[in-house]
């Protein structure tokens, strides 16, 4: 972190600053165009392994055994899960709605004490 200090140009500010390298003879220096060709290895999207291509292009696709059991197994507890949360989903509002009447008839209870005591 000193040397990099050192080789930097003082800051113009003391608020956060960007430091332009375009014109750093240091910077051109250390980074030239060659070198930033080797430094990009962009993936490119949407492209397929060559091994795989071939099975896909013929249509001989074969499925393991244990994939399809796989893949089966996921789509048993994927709907398990559903239901499970369906239920719970159901059984949360019901004791919602409970939780609200109970509450209601406390206040009509204690409106009938405060009417019974207190003449309008």
């Known amino acids: 972190m000193a040397e990099l200090k050192q080789v930097l140009p003082p ?3 003391l608020g956060a600053t960007h430091y332009d390298h375009s014109s750093d003879p240091w910077f051109k220096q250390r980074y030239t165009a060659s070198e930033a060709e080797n430094i ?3 993936r490119q999207p949407n492209t397929f392994i060559s091994y795989k291509r071939p099975a896909a292009d ?3 696709v074969e499925i393991n055994d244990n994939f ?10 994927g709907q398990k899960a559903r239901e ?4 719970r989903n159901k059984l949360q509002k019901e004791m919602a709605i409970k939780e609200q009447q109970k509450k209601e008839m406390e206040l009509i209870t204690y409106i009938k004490v405060i009417k019974r005591y207190l003449p309008l």
């Not at 399809?68 to 048993?76: D, F, G, H, I, Q």
């Not at 499970?84 to 239920?87: E, K, L, Q, R, W």
Request: charged residues 15%; glycine residues 4%.
């Open 11 to 13: 800051p113009k500010s």
């Open 84 to 87: 499970a949360s369906a239920i």
């Open 40 to 42: 990009v290895n962009v």
């Open 68 to 77: 399809a059991k796989l893949s089966e197994a996921l789509y048993v507890a």
């Open 58 to 60: 013929s249509g001989e």
